[in-house]
T-cell receptor, first 114, second 114 residues
Framework: QKEVEQDPGPLSVPEGAIVSLNCTYS??????FMWYRQYSRKGPELLMYTYSSGNKEDGRFTAQVDKSSKYISLFIRDSQPSDSATYLC??????????????FGKGTKLTVNP | SQTIHQWPATLVQPVGSPLSLECTVE??????LYWYRQAAGRGLQLLFY??????ISSEVPQNLSASRPQDRQFILSSKKLLLSDSGFYLC?????????????FGPGTRLTVL
């Protein structure tokens, strides 16, 4: 079982739709959870960051973490064509040796049609 | 504010040729630095990370190497490129310290090995 599973899509929705993007994980040692947005041929940019179970809202974006189910989600309300991108979930792992790393999902490609 | 630069933006190289990709960070001191490769359908693969000058950790054994000659400079190299080295190479930085591993990515270098 891979550490982080993310449905690659592609996902196509009409403008104004509510989008739900999800990742599951198997390692209970993950402490922090992030969502990155990556436009075509660009580097990923940090979108949301959270470290506890529950919801975190930022404008049209809501990040949800359920540590008991090992499941995280990103919701986009009133989706816009400019939201068309690949969305990557990432999880922070602190190893016993003190090293840190992020484990990424493979990304979900989203297209919002005008 | 902090900025991260990568060059070149695009590179086409023949098999067996050497490689040198450069990454520099501005506006911060003693950052953690990372090299990732992103191949189609395979997500982000961590190649190297560095917590200080001359300190390099390798995540995946391969024909690539990394060096950090200065605090905010990170270089990815190869003596002989393989076809399988083609991909999108991303440099990232994070603030040094346990539990602060939010990573910020550069614009990337698209490498094609022919």
């Amino acid at each position: 079982q891979k550490e982080v599973e993310q449905d690659p899509g592609p996902l196509s929705v009409p403008e104004g739709a509510i989008v739900s993007l999800n990742c599951t994980y198997s390692n209970s040692a993950f402490q922090y959870f992030m969502w990155y947005r990556q436009y075509s041929r660009k580097g990923p940019e940090l979108l949301m960051y959270t470290y506890s179970s529950g919801n975190k809202e930022d404008g049209r974006f809501t990040a949800q973490v359920d540590k008991s189910s090992k499941y995280i989600s990103l919701f986009i309300r009133d989706s816009q064509p400019s939201d068309s991108a690949t969305y990557l979930c990432a999880m922070h792992l602190l190893s016993q040796g003190g090293s840190e790393k992020l484990v990424f999902g493979k990304g979900t490609k989203l297209t919002v049609n005008p | 504010s902090q900025t991260i630069h990568q060059w070149p933006a695009t590179l086409v190289q023949p098999v067996g040729s050497p490689l040198s990709l450069e990454c520099t960070v501005e506006g911060t001191s003693n950052p953690n630095l990372y090299w990732y490769r992103q191949a189609a359908g395979r997500g982000l693969q961590l190649l190297f990370y560095s917590v200080g000058i001359g300190q390099i950790s390798s995540e995946v054994p391969q024909n690539l190497s990394a060096s950090r000659p200065q605090d905010r400079q990170f270089i990815l190299s190869s003596k002989k490129l393989l076809l399988s080295d083609s991909g999108f190479y991303l440099c990232a930085w994070s603030v040094a310290g346990i539990g602060t591993d939010t990573q910020y990515f550069g614009p990337g270098t698209r490498l094609t090995v022919l």
